[in-house]
């Protein structure tokens, strides 16, 4: 068995370093330009949708109910996509909205809601002082994005494999009113493909918060999103806020960007039938309504809810190899040694590794100097700022599993060098 | 010819009142269900546009420029559709950002984002007391709602038959600096049809206002919305605010809303580059970025420019006997009785009316009662408080022209109803 690489003396790492650098070199002079930076889906599987593109026809423009899907009008989306979204979430359809084809702008409004006309119209968040978010950490670089716009101040709250610290949680929203939301991926988190446990989603419900307009942005991005034909259940989240007596504090969203077409997709905003009617006002001054021609489209290719989930199983079979790819080059490679433990995930779009501590910097430089893109080292972290500079987000489903095999080659060679410089230069 | 209703006896008008009520009566009893309430294309032009509907076929999916338009990515549109927009508005690519469905949203972002982070980055308007906005009046009903949604003071400005008056507008705009902003529909106002002059484009450009976040929202919704087949031209107002040293004052937005299908268009926002980048910055943390493939598909459909203009004309030749409708009846039934004028506009989507001061309620009520919806009297102002109770709003797209030819029918019934009743109880 392999020991590791701290165990080893000086000489033995420079030996092996040197092997190392000569291999890395190699990659250099190939000219390698691949991207693992972002969870984007693969051509393949845009392919699965292709049949959507042109399944329009000429006189087809009319959803069940008879609505000209071409005019102006309607806020909350067609009934028969508000059905097959509710099916998904376990929810009524007057507990949603369709909205246009990108959830996170149904995420960054209602926070920017919230700051200028504070929550259900009490004090707006701007008007309260510094207000600041609990983030979940490691986590998806785009919620704190859009906390760091919004000044809101984000304060980590470590993951654990049952999902977010709830000793933590608990702790800090019942002592800091400035304490105004929380986002989640309870499905599959990005990066870490944790499934929140069955008593993290109770407790996150009867959570007592000292805000009386503290939210939960649950952002369910991968509710369907399995890896291995079977998708995790969690409990609804909108019911056990209800029977804890928070019936408001949920705003669940989630979208088709990865079962459809990411660009032109349908997203969902979801909560109590009261919070929906307050986004519905708000809706009716800002938007003449979300494009029901492309609803109507969804509805045509996947037919029913049973419809989305067989597709799902395709995407599966699809970026299941190209997981396999990335496990098993960690494994192959790099176990043993010392320098990096990673999640196996069963879900989402992410393989997320943590390498020695000090490192995540100068794996993602290495990589990006022979021409492989990785996620920003500390992007998934508040502010990009990773405490241990460990953790990098790899993304799977863009590249064909070729160029994953010679990326994830090259990446195992980077942490490898990253190690022993570190430990060369204690 | 016949005398004004106002310099008729009591008696002459009773008796012409019968007359007109018992004419009213029988079109309560038809059970009408007519809407002229908002500018809605019809359905013959909707199907102008059927084309697009299944125009990308299996492997069409890819722009001139090669990107796959179904993934993510891209945040300011394709290449191809910006020139055709820059072409319209007369400015270059890099001057504009192409949007989602609705341009409404565009004018609600920019308010809010302005409203919580400030013009370019300056001290955000929520923080600067009470801020008020110039609003040419009558004009359109969901500018002045963004403005009531926001807590904005609404200033009304008159129309005249040149756009607003600008004596008016240079008055307040350099004496309060609370006046953070003026809507403008220069081209087909909405819902007068006026089309500014070219003296009232450069005094806007040329503003001197006291606030130095003052901004124009130059809502060009009508830029290429022509009725009798020639479309008004208007000076460049981005490069009269260059001239006039106020580069970044314009923000104008547009969209193929009532080009292709009003629910599934594409939207435009245009500014000097510098006012670009900032949106960038914005719309980089709010969205996944637009649509792509509804782009494409109106590429595809138009191919140029010049593809859009001659499908204006298209619209142009179906509204144009529709907008002859009212007009006539207008002319036919109203004119020389002194209780009503009105604008006959060669663009746009209404005819705006003006009836005897006092009645534009009791004119819409009359009319719903019998089963025609009209906009709202007081719709067309700010608060929907119209100081004279005269203006109605008529839309005559949506109707058939057999339709409309009743529902005028009918309104010019209530219009001398309403006159009448009201010379009676003085």
Redesign the interface.
């Known amino acids: 068995m392999m020991s590791e690489y701290s165990e080893m003396s000086r000489e033995e790492l420079i030996k092996i370093k040197e092997d190392l650098d000569r291999q890395y070199n190699q990659f250099k002079s190939r000219g390698l330009k691949l991207d693992m930076s972002?969870g984007?889906?693969g051509?393949e599987q845009?392919d699965l949708?292709?049949?959507m593109?042109?399944?329009?026809?000429?006189d087809?423009?009319r959803d069940a109910t008879g609505i000209?899907?071409?005019?102006?009008?309607?806020l909350d989306g067609l009934p028969e996509l508000k059905q097959i979204f509710a099916e998904i979430l376990d929810i009524e359809p007057d507990e949603l909205i369709i909205g246009?084809?990108?959830s996170?702008?149904l995420m960054?409004d209602s926070v920017?809601s919230n700051?200028?006309h504070g929550v259900r119209g009490g004090t707006?968040w701007?008007m309260q002082g510094k207000i600041k978010f609990l983030c979940p950490s490691p986590g998806y670089d785009?919620h704190f994005?859009?906390c760091?716009?919004?000044h809101i101040d984000m304060i980590p709250v470590k993951m654990t494999p049952t999902g977010p610290d709830m000793d933590e949680v608990e702790r800090l929203v019942a002592s800091d009113k400035m304490i105004k939301g929380i986002w989640c991926v309870p499905k599959y988190s990005n990066p870490d493909g944790i499934t929140y446990s069955d008593e993290t989603v109770y407790r996150m419900a009867n959570l007592k918060p000292a805000a009386d307009d503290f939210r939960i942005y649950w952002d369910n991005a991968y509710c369907i999103h399995h890896i291995n034909g079977k998708t995790d259940k969690i409990p609804n989240i909108l019911r056990e806020c209800e029977k804890a007596g928070n019936p408001n504090m949920p705003m669940i969203f989630t979208s088709f960007?990865k079962v459809s077409?990411?660009?032109?997709a349908v997203s969902c905003i979801a909560s109590s039938k009261d919070n929906i009617k307050y986004i519905k006002e708000?809706f009716s001054?800002?938007?003449?309504?979300?494009?029901?021609?492309?609803q109507l489209r969804h509805i045509r290719f996947f037919k029913n809810t049973q419809g989305v989930y067989d597709h799902m199983n395709k995407h599966a079979a699809i970026i299941r190899p190209k997981f396999e790819a990335v496990i098993n080059a960690l494994e192959g490679k790099l176990s043993g040694k010392g320098v990096a433990h990673w999640m196996n995930p069963t879900g989402g779009y992410f393989v997320s590794v943590y390498v020695m501590n000090g490192c995540a910097k100068r794996v993602v430089q290495l990589c990006k100097e022979a021409g492989v893109v990785l996620t920003g080292a500390g992007a998934t972290y508040p502010y990009g700022k990773d405490p241990d500079d460990s953790n990098i987000r790899l993304a799977p489903t863009y590249p064909s599993t070729d160029e994953l095999n010679t990326a994830m080659e090259l990446f195992c060679l980077a942490v490898q060098i990253a190690a022993i410089e570190k430990l060369l230069n204690k």
């Open positions: 972002r984007k889906p051509k845009l949708s292709l049949d593109l042109g399944i329009l026809k000429d087809d423009y000209d899907c071409r005019n102006y009008g309607g246009g084809n990108s996170l702008a960054f920017a700051t200028t707006p701007a785009r994005s859009i760091e716009y919004m960007s077409f990411p660009g032109s708000r001054v800002q938007t003449i309504g979300p494009d029901k021609l492309n």
